[in-house]
């Protein structure tokens, strides 16, 4: 056999093994699917994000509960066999805070804790990179245009999801795919029940839900987080109860 | 033994032991210094404990770390003899060394063995040689308690006469074997040797008749020599010294290349490697490059040996670098894919990316976390290093209840003004960052009252509050002295 017709026969045998791997893979979530399709409860709780995204969290402030939302968010986002890799310079993350949201406490979560904004942006980049479907959450320093764009480069090509805090309000756009605004709300129910509400509004999205808010409460008891009241549709959804882990 | 009490200072009061019978630890054995309190190996720890005063150090023996030591003097033995092998017991304690014609450069045997002593005594072991005419009869007379000296040497022939009155402990015998012939009162080796040979092995077994052969030279005794590891290393030397880090870095991509040609033959991967930098004034410094799997992927040396030589702060130029392999492995083999993407590959493509970390930012700062069952918030968690092994084993504690906690937990807790209704309430108003915060709700108080063992006994009531805007903070007051802290954000 020459070597074009090797080629070919190659060729011919990549694409039928495509085929066949792709019937395979038709089942398995996360899934490369159009932005278009996705739905805010989904977002928020992390189910089913395509593949590649980096959302912001921005907070109204400080103790505005962003981050705290959105890891309840990420602990939820975990693929099969995936990763949960938590950023964090200034080394105060606490991990029973964590795992009362649901983030497992085990070897599918990686803390780094990188030194300087130039380290962590390097962090960024590199788990982003990562071909293993992975999570990453964390603070985000003041970058330029072209440190975005490499990071929405590295989040494409390896597929994983970033959930961004910014540390400032960023002085350039932060290229994120979805750029959400959390505000606390003062919860309805008195003690005893630990329940915590916000409105999350998306600023900016790629797709439908641009322009879109929701209510979201997270029940400390049961660690379920609930899209309680779509602003912009009536649809509403109990999602993602995630068990208790140690 | 070795590696815990071998090399130590004879004051230093320090004790080995192990799991015994019953969920009960037996000592395995002590310094010189704790002998002097009535201790002996065997003992129960408990009652060893109990003669001890508290200062005495007590640590699990650990066979493994052990036989490690023995194997690495016996690799620097190998200047003494061709041949040097670990005794054939499953926990050895001694060296067995071949030295058939090895005292010709020592012009005797007994210079020799001084030469070995001098260099057991100059790694701070103290030592027992015996020389006959075989390894069984050495052995016996090495570890005869009632020996003085520290050098026996019996002449040619006259090993069997050495061994007559020793106790058939000496053999090298199971525990099960001595005890068996101490019933017929067969104490003495020349008791067992008036034994008629025949009827030995379905009495004892076959084990007896071997030994003794052995020990006699009826027989031989195969002894499995030691290999001298051969490291696999690549050295530069600059004169002058230079301190250009580009020089540096195409000198090190040199000499890892020459590393993976040396390897890639065998197959054999490179796990470990250490660098070595010689500095203008002699100093040394050095790091160790480590991945999870065995790799000869010249492109990911590289890249992982100049993320670590840039977190060195070099303050003087560089005369000389060497690198070392120190731990190498069989090659992976897997089976080539037609695609990227699998599970398989991403796992392989994370290590690299964990190593690459590590690389760049250090092990400290690639953490892996566990929850610990402490009630003090700060003691609440324990973090490995990613590359620790036992990491997955450590993290067994399952907790079944996890109260509510912030992510975010201050370095140290900052002290806020609080306002209550009532001493020792609740607060309904306090100060943070110059802003004044309404309680709208709060849940608590959780007592903690913990950590005196530590020298820091702590007292605290904790509230987890909500302020009218929907903000929540985690304060505690500290019992006794009244003052209120902020502790944790759930930011």
């Given at each position: 056999?020459?070597?074009?017709?090797?080629?070919?026969?190659?060729?011919?045998?990549?694409?039928?093994?495509?085929?066949?791997?792709?019937?395979?893979?038709?089942?398995?979530?996360?899934?490369?699917?159009?932005?278009?399709?996705?739905?805010?409860?989904?977002?928020?709780?992390?189910?089913?994000?395509?593949?590649?995204?980096?959302?912001?969290?921005?907070?109204?402030?400080?103790?505005?509960?962003?981050?705290?939302?959105?890891?309840?968010?990420?602990?939820?986002?975990?693929?099969?066999?995936?990763?949960?890799?938590?950023?964090d310079?200034?080394?105060?993350?606490?991990?029973?805070?964590?795992?009362?949201?649901?983030?497992?406490?085990?070897?599918?979560?990686?803390?780094?804790?990188?030194?300087?904004?130039?380290?962590?942006?390097?962090?960024?980049e590199?788990?982003?990179?990562?071909?293993?479907?992975?999570?990453?959450?964390?603070?985000v320093?003041?970058?330029?245009?072209?440190?975005?764009?490499?990071?929405?480069?590295?989040?494409?090509?390896?597929?994983?999801?970033?959930?961004?805090?910014?540390?400032?309000?960023?002085?350039?756009?932060?290229k994120?795919?979805?750029?959400?605004?959390?505000?606390?709300?003062?919860?309805?129910?008195?003690?005893?029940?630990?329940?915590?509400?916000?409105?999350?509004?998306?600023?900016?999205?790629?797709?439908?839900i641009?322009?879109?808010?929701?209510?979201?409460?997270?029940?400390?008891?049961?660690?379920?987080?609930?899209?309680?009241?779509?602003?912009?549709?009536?649809?509403?959804?109990?999602?993602?109860?995630?068990?208790?882990?140690? | 033994?070795?590696?815990?009490l071998?090399?130590?200072?004879?004051?230093?009061?320090l004790?080995?032991?192990?799991?015994?019978?019953?969920?009960?630890?037996?000592?395995v054995?002590?310094?010189?210094?704790?002998?002097?309190?009535?201790?002996?190996?065997?003992m129960?720890?408990?009652?060893a404990?109990?003669l001890?005063?508290?200062?005495?150090?007590?640590?699990?023996?650990?066979?493994?770390?052990?036989?490690?030591?023995?194997?690495?003097?016996?690799?620097?033995?190998?200047?003494?003899?061709?041949?040097?092998?670990?005794?054939?017991?499953?926990?050895?304690?001694?060296?067995?060394?071949?030295?058939?014609?090895?005292?010709?450069?020592?012009?005797?045997?007994?210079?020799?063995?001084?030469?070995?002593?001098?260099?057991?005594?100059?790694?701070?072991?103290?030592?027992?040689?015996?020389?006959?005419?075989?390894?069984?009869?050495?052995?016996?007379?090495?570890?005869?308690p009632?020996?003085?000296?520290?050098?026996?040497?019996?002449?040619?022939?006259?090993?069997v006469?050495?061994?007559?009155p020793?106790?058939?402990?000496?053999?090298?015998?199971?525990?099960?074997?001595v005890?068996?012939?101490?019933?017929?009162?067969?104490?003495?080796?020349?008791?067992?040797?008036?034994?008629?040979?025949?009827?030995?092995?379905?009495?004892?077994?076959?084990?007896l008749?071997?030994?003794?052969?052995?020990?006699?030279?009826?027989?031989?005794?195969?002894?499995?020599?030691?290999?001298?590891?051969?490291?696999?290393e690549?050295?530069?030397?600059?004169?002058?010294?230079?301190?250009?880090?580009?020089?540096?870095?195409?000198?090190?991509?040199?000499?890892?290349?020459?590393?993976?040609?040396?390897?890639?033959?065998?197959?054999i991967?490179?796990?470990?490697?250490?660098?070595?930098?010689?500095?203008?004034?002699?100093?040394?410094?050095?790091?160790?490059?480590?991945?999870?799997?065995?790799?000869?992927?010249?492109?990911?040396?590289?890249?992982?040996?100049?993320?670590?030589?840039?977190?060195?702060n070099?303050?003087?130029?560089?005369?000389?670098?060497?690198?070392?392999?120190?731990?190498?492995?069989?090659l992976?083999?897997?089976?080539?894919?037609?695609?990227?993407?699998?599970?398989?590959?991403g796992?392989?493509?994370?290590?690299?990316?964990?190593?690459?970390?590590?690389?760049?930012?250090?092990?400290?700062?690639?953490?892996?976390?566990?929850?610990?069952?402490?009630?003090?918030?700060?003691?609440?968690?324990?973090?490995?290093?990613?590359?620790?092994?036992?990491?997955?084993?450590?993290?067994?504690?399952?907790?079944?209840?996890?109260?509510?906690?912030?992510?975010?937990?201050?370095?140290?807790?900052?002290?806020?003004?609080v306002?209550?209704?009532?001493?020792?309430?609740?607060?309904?108003?306090?100060?943070?960052?110059?802003?004044?915060?309404?309680?709208?709700?709060s849940?608590?108080?959780?007592?903690?009252?913990?950590?005196?063992?530590?020298?820091?006994?702590?007292?605290?009531?904790?509230?987890?509050?909500?302020?009218?805007?929907?903000?929540?903070?985690?304060?505690?007051?500290?019992?006794?002295?009244?003052?209120?802290?902020?502790?944790?954000?759930?930011?």
């Amino acid at each position: 056999m020459d070597r074009v017709a090797k080629r070919d026969v190659i060729h011919q045998l990549r694409e039928r093994t495509r085929q066949v791997e792709s019937a395979f893979r038709a089942g398995e979530s996360p899934v490369d699917r159009p932005a278009e399709h996705l739905d805010l409860s989904e977002l928020l709780t992390g189910r089913r994000l395509p593949r590649g995204w980096l959302i912001e969290w921005q907070g109204s402030g400080e103790e505005s509960g962003a981050e705290t939302l959105a890891l309840a968010a990420a602990a939820a986002a975990i693929p099969q066999g995936g990763r949960l890799v938590i950023v964090d310079p200034t080394g105060e993350f606490y991990p029973p805070g964590a795992a009362s949201l649901g983030v497992p406490m085990d070897e599918r979560v990686v803390v780094l804790r990188p030194g300087d904004s130039q380290a962590t942006w390097w962090v960024w980049e590199q788990v982003l990179r990562c071909e293993l479907p992975i999570v990453v959450w964390g603070h985000v320093p003041p970058g330029n245009e072209r440190q975005w764009v490499r990071l929405r480069w590295a989040a494409q090509r390896g597929g994983g999801w970033g959930f961004l805090l910014p540390t400032f309000p960023p002085a350039v756009s932060t290229k994120a795919d979805v750029r959400l605004l959390v505000r606390p709300l003062p919860s309805r129910r008195s003690p005893p029940c630990w329940e915590r509400r916000w409105q999350v509004e998306v600023l900016s999205a790629r797709g439908s839900i641009h322009g879109k808010a929701a209510d979201v409460v997270l029940s400390h008891e049961t660690n379920p987080l609930r899209l309680v009241a779509e602003l912009a549709h009536s649809t509403a959804g109990v999602v993602s109860p995630r068990g208790k882990t140690g | 033994m070795l590696s815990r009490l071998g090399a130590k200072p004879a004051s230093l009061e320090l004790g080995l032991f192990a799991p015994a019978e019953r969920q009960q630890f037996r000592v395995v054995a002590v310094t010189p210094a704790v002998k002097r309190y009535g201790v002996e190996p065997g003992m129960l720890l408990a009652e060893a404990q109990s003669l001890c005063p508290s200062r005495v150090r007590w640590e699990p023996y650990d066979p493994a770390g052990d036989r490690e030591q023995l194997r690495r003097l016996a690799h620097g033995c190998s200047e003494f003899s061709p041949g040097v092998a670990l005794d054939s017991s499953p926990l050895p304690d001694s060296l067995l060394l071949d030295v058939t014609d090895c005292d010709i450069n020592y012009s005797g045997e007994l210079p020799l063995l001084q030469a070995v002593q001098r260099w057991f005594l100059h790694r701070g072991y103290r030592t027992v040689l015996a020389l006959t005419d075989t390894a069984g009869a050495a052995w016996a007379l090495a570890h005869q308690p009632q020996t003085t000296e520290s050098i026996l040497i019996v002449p040619p022939g006259r090993h069997v006469e050495a061994l007559r009155p020793l106790p058939v402990e000496f053999l090298r015998l199971s525990p099960e074997t001595v005890a068996l012939l101490h019933q017929f009162d067969v104490r003495r080796i020349d008791q067992l040797m008036a034994l008629p040979r025949a009827d030995l092995p379905s009495r004892f077994g076959e084990e007896l008749l071997r030994r003794l052969d052995q020990a006699l030279g009826n027989i031989p005794e195969l002894l499995t020599a030691e290999r001298v590891p051969k490291w696999i290393e690549a050295s530069w030397t600059w004169e002058p010294p230079v301190d250009d880090r580009l020089v540096v870095q195409t000198i090190l991509s040199h000499l890892l290349e020459r590393i993976v040609r040396s390897l890639a033959p065998r197959q054999i991967g490179v796990q470990q490697l250490w660098c070595l930098l010689t500095l203008e004034s002699a100093e040394a410094r050095h790091f160790p490059v480590a991945l999870s799997q065995p790799s000869l992927s010249l492109k990911h040396w590289i890249e992982l040996t100049l993320l670590h030589l840039e977190r060195l702060n070099l303050s003087e130029r560089i005369a000389a670098i060497t690198l070392r392999v120190v731990r190498s492995a069989p090659l992976e083999v897997r089976q080539t894919r037609l695609f990227d993407g699998n599970q398989a590959n991403g796992e392989r493509h994370w290590r690299t990316v964990l190593e690459r970390l590590i690389g760049r930012l250090g092990e400290s700062a690639v953490r892996r976390v566990r929850l610990c069952p402490d009630p003090q918030p700060e003691w609440a968690f324990a973090d490995n290093s990613v590359t620790d092994e036992t990491a997955d084993r450590k993290a067994g504690d399952v907790f079944h209840h996890l109260p509510v906690r912030p992510i975010r937990l201050l370095r140290r807790p900052r002290e806020v003004e609080v306002v209550s209704v009532v001493p020792g309430g609740p607060p309904i108003r306090f100060w943070w960052e110059q802003r004044r915060h309404e309680v709208a709700h709060s849940w608590g108080p959780e007592r903690i009252e913990t950590g005196w063992w530590r020298g820091e006994d702590v007292r605290r009531d904790y509230y987890l509050v909500e302020t009218s805007q929907g903000e929540w903070f985690w304060l505690f007051r500290t019992l006794g002295e009244e003052r209120w802290w902020l502790h944790g954000i759930f930011s």
